[in-house]
C-alpha cells in the first residue's frame, strides 16, 4: 500500500511541485492533497494542473486564534487520511497541539544548514555573517521550531557578489534535489540522515 502524503504550502510550491513529480512508479507514496493557509498562493493552481486535490483554509478569518486555524486544517487533513505531513514553504507557525497529533510523521524544509538560522530571512543572515557556505535542510517537526531532527541537507557556496536572491535561486535547485530523496526515505521507514554535496 503506497503512502498517503499531504503536502502544506503558502506560496509558490516549488518545492509541492518537485515532491508531487518525484512519487510515480514504484515510489512508496502518492500525494493526495496539497493544501494552503493562502486562497492565492501560485501553487495551488499549479497543485491542480498536476491532478492533485487542493484546498485553501484561510487562516486571517481566525485572527489570533491559531488552534481554531490548526482546528480546521486538521479537520480537512483527517478527510484525506494522509500518512505523512510535508511542509513545502509553508509559513504559518504550528502551535504543540497541532505538532503533537503528526509528530513523526511531519517533514519540513527550511532554507539553511540547521541548526544555523532558524526562523526567517536565513540567506541575509548567512550572506552578514560571512558563511562560505548555505544550504538547506529537510528535518522532522516537533514542538522546537527549526530545532526536530535533521534527515537530510544539501549544501552550496556563497559567492563573494551574493544577494540574498541569487544565494535563494542557488539553494533552491538543492531544496527541489534533497526533499524529495528524503521524503522517499522517510516513506520506505528510513530516518537515517543524508547529505548532498
Ligand atoms: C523554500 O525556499 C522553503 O525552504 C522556504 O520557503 C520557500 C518556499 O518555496 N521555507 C521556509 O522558509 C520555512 N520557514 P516554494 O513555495 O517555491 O517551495
Redesign the pocket.
Known amino acids: 500500500m503506497k503512502k498517503r502524503v499531504a503536502i502544506l ?8 511541485v518537485a515532491l508531487v513529480n518525484s512519487m510515480t512508479g514504484d515510489h512508496p507514496a502518492r500525494p493526495v492533497l496539497v493544501l494552503s493557509n493562502n486562497p492565492q498562493a501560485g ?1 495551488i493552481e499549479k497543485a491542480r494542473d498536476l491532478g492533485v486535490e487542493t484546498s485553501a483554509i484561510d487562516h486571517r478569518p481566525f485572527g489570533r486564534d491559531r488552534e481554531a486555524f490548526e482546528a480546521a486544517l486538521h479537520a480537512r487533513l483527517m478527510e484525506a487520511k494522509p500518512d505523512i505531513l510535508a511542509l ?4 504559518r507557525v504550528l502551535t504543540p497541539w497541532f505538532i503533537e497529533r503528526w509528530q513523526g510523521r511531519m517533514l ?4 539553511s544548514l540547521l541548526p544555523r538560522y532558524k526562523g ?1 530571512d ?1 540567506h541575509a543572515r548567512a550572506i552578514a555573517a560571512g558563511d562560505r557556505e548555505a544550504g ?1 535542510s529537510v528535518h522532522e517537526v516537533t514542538a522546537d521550531l ?1 530545532g526536530g531532527p535533521v534527515l537530510g541537507q544539501a549544501r552550496v557556496p556563497i559567492l563573494p557578489d551574493d544577494t540574498p536572491e541569487s544565494l ?1 535561486e542557488r ?2 535547485v538543492q ?1 527541489h534535489r534533497l526533499y524529495p530523496m528524503v521524503l522517499e526515505r522517510f516513506a520506505r521507514g528510513n530516518r537515517t540522515r543524508v547529505d548532498l554535496p
Request: charged share 10%; aromatic share 4%; with cysteine.
Open positions: 504550502i503558502s506560496g509558490g510550491g516549488s518545492n509541492m501553487g513545502a514553504g509553508f509559513m519540513n524544509i527550511h532554507p526567517l536565513t538547506c527549526d535563494a539553494v533552491l531544496e
